[in-house]
């Protein structure tokens, strides 16, 4: 049954990205308001997948990377839902969308139903949840410093095309840029924090610097360079943009680092 | 009773003989008071901006109407005939008058579709049919209806929210580098036309501080007065221009005032918080370089035509929604229009009056149950003639009234005293209509601030007539 649902999360999801990215070069606000519609709709199937598969009696929960991808990517669509509707942005979807999608496929993709942590420690999904919630965060603010450099781009060159009247003002997207780190930051934290407790509990160490644990320390030093920076010596507008992109990838390095450990490459 | 127009614009004749035709203000009353002698017209408005000269009648026939309104156009000029006149009108009749009022006023029509000024122009002329008495319940109604159509299709839509001016299209841009303008400041550098219309753009969409800098001292605080801004000794704007976010530059200097380095010491001490610069000098007077600096958008006369240009074109793809919207108020309008034939006003004061006797019967012979059928009878008969005779007075007059030219007046009146209309249209309208002087009032009141702003200031009138 969960599968079906998945499934079914999954084509709505591709579906909606495609019509977003058709939206990118239209003015017709039908098509983005059927794009979110499909997001809605996948949103919908996406929670009945995670419920059912809760209720089924997984005491693993998010352990396994499989979940915890899927839980991101649910996060990340009702995260982009409520802004979209709420602030009446459409063009959004485009970007996070795809996001989304991408993050639900490598699920699909990747032969990661080992857990990634060791399930001695029960309470382990707390750990997984705060950090995908965290990382939820830096992955909006990404976007954000995506759109910025867009439009910065745009409005520099004097191209006053359908993108340009679609992206939202600069100042906004530098606000939901540091909002969303800010946002971020704390749950990023409480999961690093966690993640140790658990570390030490299963592994005997609160840090053993593997490649998942160094990344994890590193993006999460880095996003608070880039949150004191702001206030301090200027980093926004484009500036925080760029660090935010950067700042991102550091976030896919560390889940690459959860990959290769999870597929036995590392030590567990 | 026939709504009629007849009239030229901008499509269909040229300035020469627009010229020829429009009236000035002092006149109108005259115009006005000469268009009613003729007969058949019962209610008359004349519209005219500098590009269209329209008049809307009430009339009793629409043939002899149209030659009326035809006629009276080719007298309001000694040096115009007929033939030449002619080839260039056009006529509605019915809905298509109501229909051509609406994307009028909505500015469907204009020659820069979704410019602002049409509305106040039609609210002119409005006022001005209403001072001179030749406005009734018919245009009244079919004018407020315009004017409400109109702010709809502005809420609704995206027609006008776009540049219509150079001076307006600095707005925009502004709105796409800070969102919402309400906290920014705004420094004028020079004292240049174009500039003081994008300031005063800038401080209508709610730009907090104006700083201004002119060479003439005397002239600065004469701007600082007008603006209500702060005067800078010339020497130092510069160096203040870090407390700007939003810079227009419009001076008669022949060389570059602001140079890149200028600017990008701004953006540092703004902690590269954003800085938009707007150049309308020509020749220019901020160093093309700038562009160069992050975080700072320079933009020249030329990126701002550039820019009007492409809003041209989204505002045609908006006007397709906004035509949708005319034509679903067009339908609103004509419902009512009927209800002023007197049959079916009369048919509806009779069955408002049964009803209420029915129901006034209903109760007060369910509480007294023991009356003999004789009783009940009498009881009904009373009711019956109480009601019968306190409207009969109402039915004659409006039978006998019907055709005459205060006939919709009437019928009017009493689908109001009798409460016909109930829970059919939305009572804002009601309200507006109680009477001329009023509704000249409210023509005044409902005009928001910006709107009255576009009409006594002819200043802004070049740049959207064109």
Redesign the interface.
Known sequence: MTVVFFQLTLGLYFLGTVMFLVCLDR?SEVLSKIALGLAGLGFFTHTIALAFQLLSGDDLKWVTFHKAMSFFSWSLVLVFLVVAIRQHLYVLGSFILPLAFLSLVSTAILPTEAPVLHPMFQAVWVHVTLSMLGTVGFAVAFVAGLMYLM?ERL??S?Q??VL??KL?????LDKLNQRSILLGFPFLTLGILTGAISAQITLGAYLSWNPEQTWAVVTWVFYLFVLMGRVT???????AAYLTIVGFAGVLLTFLGVILKSSGVSVS | MHIITVGLSHKTAPVELRELLAVPDSRMGEALKRLMTYSGVKEGMLLQTCNRVEVYAVVDQVESGFSAVQEFLVNSHLSLSAEQLLPHLYWYSGDRTIAHLFRVTASLDSMVVGEPQILGQVKDAFRSALTHNTSGVILNKLVQKAISVAKRVRSETRIAENAVSVSYAAVELAKKVFGNLSARTVMLVGAGEMAKLAAKHLINHGVRQVLLTTRDPVRARTMADRFQGSPIPFEEFRSEMAKADIVICSTGASHYLISAEDVQRAVRERMNRPIFLIDVSVPRNIDPAVREVDNAFLFDIDDLEMHVEQNREERRAESVKAEAIAQEEVAVIQKWLQTLVATPTIVALRKRAEDIKQAELDKALGRLSTLSDQDRETIEGLASSIVNKLIHGSVVTLKSVAQSSNGAIYIDAARRFYDLDSGEEASEEDDQLSSSSVASETVKSASDQKNVQHVDKPKFSHEAKG
């Open positions: 003015r439009q409005l520099k004097k006053f095309n340009y009247f939202p003002p600069l100042d906004f010596v200027g980093w926004r507008a484009k500036k």
